[in-house]
């Protein structure tokens, strides 16, 4: 309603109708980049009267080519590179001392949450940007030195399920590349109004592939859409950097599911790793009352702020949870379907890193792909 969209202290329910400016810029002749997040896939066909859970990437990336954008690109492969710097920062931290439990921060809504509720925690947040913004980084610095296209040419546009992303993209630190790293943000229901709006029959499209090079995800950014998904992605990784053999089993189910907080505990070769899911601010505001009076011994929280995770934002179709069981299905039945599970064997996330960035955690990582926040609790004193 009108006065919780007013009184949101998350910006999570903060609605404008962005689509003007992208069509702006197309008729500018800018060089309009879509990238597209993981849950999108999941929940654009049942946006354009669809049964909840149908995915077809294929006719989602032929329509928008049909819409306007020069390319379309997949952001399940920068969520692939936030869990390589992620991973490697929960190393780090295990190794070193750091601040525990590491809490992830590819939600935007969970992070004002964070930086308005709890501001003595915010240095449990991992520095990680989401997925989102260390795309769009690298969309205005790495992309253009290979497409020759000027960055001050390009208009970059995050297709999201979440309207909180809106004001993500817009803070004072999200201008990592000299430019506003992402132009605009706009939801599964933005685009399926472009779609209609342009006379497609999205029933009927041919599919397309994603573009190269950012058009290769694995099945570890594919489950980014679900809670418990980041957790589940980065134990796949963090377990084979620790320890050196190969995951066989790839499938974490104890992190997976609708449950208000699970928890579970990997075994990594004699290192026991826990780790605690949050979905839901009241969940998570749980949670993190338990990490401030000392009584949570977690390594690493994951915190979505919409139940059921991304799949589940507010800038999804309206949802039940009949619709979110079908919705978590396709987010699995995608996982399962590809030839790679793991966000390190992404051949395109060793190639940006030999290429462009150098390692995880490096200069270039830090400059590019993490962030700081800020404490917000003056909203709750005026
Ligand atoms: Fe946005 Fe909700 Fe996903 Fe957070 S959980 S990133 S608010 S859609």
């Not at 009352?289 to 059921?308: L, Q, R, S, W």
Request: proline share 5%.
């Amino acid at each position: 309603c009108g006065q919780c969209i007013q009184a949101c202290p998350v910006g999570a329910l903060t609605i404008h109708d962005d689509t003007e400016h992208v069509y702006e810029a197309m008729e500018a002749g800018k060089h309009v980049i879509a990238q597209v997040a993981p849950a999108v896939r999941i929940t654009i066909a049942e946006a354009l009267g669809e049964n909840p859970g149908t995915v077809n990437k294929g006719r989602l990336v032929t329509a928008m080519k049909r819409v306007g954008f020069d390319k379309v690109f997949d952001t399940d492969f920068s969520a692939d590179l936030t869990i390589m710097e992620e991973g490697h920062e929960l190393l780090n931290r295990l190794q070193n001392g750091g601040t525990l439990p590491m809490v992830t921060s590819c939600c935007p809504a969970w992070i004002k949450f964070c930086e308005t509720s709890f501001p003595e925690e915010l240095p449990h947040l991992s520095t990680c940007k989401s997925p989102q913004q260390m795309f769009g980084a690298l969309l205005k610095t790495w992309y253009p030195e290979r497409s020759g296209v000027y960055p001050k040419d390009i208009y970059s546009v995050s297709i999201m399920p979440c309207t909180a992303k809106k004001f993500e993209c817009v803070r004072p630190e999200m201008n990592s590349s000299g430019y506003q790293d992402v132009d605009k943000v706009i939801t599964v229901q933005e685009l399926a109004n472009m779609i209609c709006a342009a006379g497609i029959n999205f029933a009927d499209l041919p599919e397309t592939e994603f573009d190269s090079p950012f058009g290769l995800g694995t099945g570890a950014g594919e489950i980014f859409g679900a809670t418990g998904g980041v957790m589940e992605a980065a134990l796949r990784t963090v377990y084979e950097v620790v320890t050196g053999e190969e995951l066989e089993d790839v499938d974490f189910n104890a992190v997976r599911g609708f449950e208000g907080i699970k928890e579970a505990s990997v075994d990594l070769k004699g290192i026991e790793v826990k780790v605690a899911i949050a979905h839901g601010l009241g969940n998570a505001r749980k949670l993190m009352n338990a990490v401030k009076a000392g009584e949570a011994d977690y390594h690493f929280i994951e915190v979505m702020a919409c139940p059921g995770g991304c799949i589940g934002g507010g800038g999804n179709p309206i949802k039940n949870w009949k619709k979110m069981e079908k919705r978590l299905e396709g987010v699995y039945a995608e996982d399962k379907k590809l030839p790679i599970r793991k966000s390190h064997e992404n051949p395109y996330i060793q190639k940006i890193y030999n290429d462009f960035l150098g390692e995880p955690l490096g200069e270039q990582s830090h400059k590019l792909l993490h962030t700081t926040y800020i404490d917000r609790s003056d909203i709750f004193k005026s």
